[in-house]
Nanobody
Framework: QVQLVESGGGVVQAGGSLRLSCAAS????????MGWFRRAPGKEREFVAA????????FYADSVKGRFTISRDNAKNTVYPQINSLGPEDTAVYYC????????????????????WGQGTQVTVSS
């Protein structure tokens, strides 16, 4: 059974940082794009970032560009987003997603291009 487990969320003051992680088990994603999405209260799920299978290329939504850095450790089957300069607008449940196919980076921002999803980790930014 494939599982993606996010961790690292919590409550942080505006201007602070968080490092999330997504640990995969049940299959390797070392040849697949991994993505992160978020859903803020009352809003639809949106793309945040994605990373290619060798740690590059990386893709970011305009809303997080410059503040969000995504990396991966294929030996650990884990992806690490680092979020800096957090603001109240970043409050959301953050979801890790993995593609079920390999060696393709197009349409990385589309949620329907990801087969596997984690349960999400809550990030709350207080002002």
């Amino acid at each position: 059974q494939v599982q993606l487990v996010e961790s690292g969320g919590g409550v942080v003051q505006a201007g602070g940082s968080l490092r999330l992680s997504c640990a995969a088990s049940g299959r390797t994603f070392s040849n697949s794009v991994m993505g992160w999405f978020r859903r803020a209260p009352g809003k639809e799920r949106e793309f945040v970032a994605a990373i290619g299978w060798r740690g590059r290329p990386t893709f970011y939504a305009d809303s997080v560009k410059g503040r969000f850095t995504i990396s991966r450790d294929n030996a650990k089957n884990t992806v690490y987003p680092q979020i800096n300069s957090l603001g109240p607008e970043d409050t959301a449940v953050y979801y890790c997603a993995g593609r079920g196919y390999q060696f393709e980076t197009t349409s990385y921002e589309r949620a329907d291009q990801y087969t596997y999803w984690g349960q999400g980790t809550q990030v709350t930014v207080s002002s």
